[in-house]
């Protein structure tokens, strides 16, 4: 599967001057959501993502709200396991809404659209955790991290990507007036 490919064809790869979550700039954003909002693309790349993690055995797939909302449902789908999400507590992390259940020693695959530190993946299985999931590996569409994305469990992605990414007094795009847009 050319998942840059999907990511074109749905208009899904913006080029530009984007601010990024984590305050870093870059010239490239995968708007994900762009993407899986086709059934049909959603449902091959989570069943492309489940296939890495087949020997796993996961009772679920949990993913962070909003982006792994839809993720999670086609990952799990694709791994015959239930599908859950973490949405932010406003404390800074992330909890399960009332009614998603985690047992103890429910061994679960975490997953995101795009890892770029990890750090909203991280906040849902801290979350899965403290309800007594064990995590097993972490799925991502798109790895952009470099490589230095670590959970301590595998970590796979459909497609590794090098972006480069700038702090806002090193960027050259600002240097060049190209007009930065949140995202």
Known sequence: MDVL????????????HFLLRSGMHSPLFLQSAALLQHPLYAEAVGEALGRLFEEEKVDFVIGPALGGVVLAFVVAKALGA?????????MGGMTLRRGLTVNPGDRFLAVEDVVTT???VRKAIQAAEARGGVLVGVGAIVDRS????????PFRALLAL??????EEACPLCREGVPLEEV
């Open 162 to 167: 090098e972006v480069p990414q700038y702090p």
């Open 118 to 120: 990890g750090e909203s």
């Open 146 to 153: 470099g490589g230095r994305a670590a959970f301590g469990v």
């Open 82 to 90: 239930r599908a859950l999400f973490a949405e932010k507590d406003g």
């Open 5 to 16: 490919e999907l990511y074109r064809r749905t208009g899904a790869l913006l080029e530009g």
